[in-house]
């Protein structure tokens, strides 16, 4: 095989440009942080990354969720304590106005009182949260739970939920008519405030004796109460779950972010003593093409 002065050359040249590359590569890792510049680095890691930024992408979702859901049943939480309250007021003026002894004067003073808290109470039921959804529509979420003039109820039983979880959807609404509908001695349902409404009426009359479903009035409002208080319960009951399940969504974020960062993060050290390597024979390979460049086979004949 001959051996030509444009062949010493021509290996010199390739040798130092694929140092050179070497080098860059290094340089851009070192810069980065990051071991892997393109999937080529490393195919099977590549892959594995990809995996765990979907399942991390998914999980900080779920925890974006989880606050939704925590913003909406802490509302409702207050809504409800706010309620119980108020029903428990209206209770205590209720068997005010049934006692004998209280005159005209006295059951018209009881009956303003309660009006307001009536007033109040339907405020709450028709309570929106931050995004103006109503809080006790079902799935009406646009639509106001009770109408103001009639007490009818516009939204339905359902129940709205948010994913927190991968297998985990929490329920974030509580349908009115499970909260401010009661059933009547005769069977059928009636909005609380309706019943209160009634009740005043008669209070205003002086004769609770007149009131519809007199005799059922603070059974009425102590079903009302309970079921105030059960779904008060419950939305305290999903609160701690959903506590729960950020937890468990931050320990798999944290987990997902370890085995990311044992992928894809450099190693400084080895880097850094590859990047010196790369360097200095480098430049030994360019202090030997100058060398090169300057001999000729006829030297040696």
Do not use: C, H, W
């Not at 765990?52 to 049943?73: M, P, W």
């Not at 003026?93 to 339907?122: F, Y």
């Not at 129940?159 to 001695?185: A, H, K, M, W």
């Not at 405030?193 to 009425?220: C, K, M, R, Y």
């Amino acid at each position: 095989m001959r051996i030509s002065t444009n062949y010493i050359q021509q290996q010199s040249v390739e040798s130092m440009l694929r140092q050179q590359t070497e080098l860059a590569k290094t340089q851009q890792q070192v810069s980065t942080g990051e071991r892997i510049l393109s999937p080529s680095d490393d195919p099977v890691a590549a892959v594995r990354i990809l995996g765990i930024e979907r399942d991390l992408n998914l999980t900080e979702q779920y925890q974006g969720n989880a606050d939704v859901a925590e913003s909406k049943l802490s509302v409702t939480d207050g809504v409800l304590g706010s309620a119980a309250d108020i029903l428990q007021r209206i209770r205590e003026l209720g068997v005010q106005g049934l006692n004998d002894t209280n005159d005209a004067n006295a059951r018209a003073a009881i009956a303003e009182e309660m009006d307001q808290l009536k007033q109040s109470l339907l405020s709450l039921a028709n309570t929106t949260d931050a995004n103006g959804e109503y809080l006790f529509s079902g799935y009406q979420s646009n639509t106001q739970a009770f109408d103001p003039g009639t007490y009818a109820y516009n939204g339905d039983s359902g129940q709205r939920n948010v994913r927190v979880g991968g297998g985990y959807l929490v329920e974030v609404s509580e349908p009115g008519d499970q909260i401010f509908v009661t059933n009547n001695l005769d069977g059928s349902t009636q909005a609380i405030f309706q019943t209160i409404d009634e009740f005043t009426t008669a209070l205003n009359n002086n004769d609770v004796s007149t009131a519809p479903n007199n005799g059922d009035f603070l059974s009425n409002i102590d079903t009302s109460l309970s079921q105030v208080l059960g779904a008060r319960t419950a939305v305290g009951t999903r609160m701690n779950a959903v506590d729960q399940q950020r937890a468990v969504n931050e320990a798999s974020i944290a987990s997902l972010e370890s085995n990311r960062s044992q992928l894809k993060d450099l190693d400084y050290a080895e880097a850094i003593t590859r990047l010196n390597q790369q360097s200095v024979g480098l430049q030994a390979a360019q202090q030997a093409y100058v060398k090169v460049q300057g001999l000729s086979l006829f030297n040696f004949i």
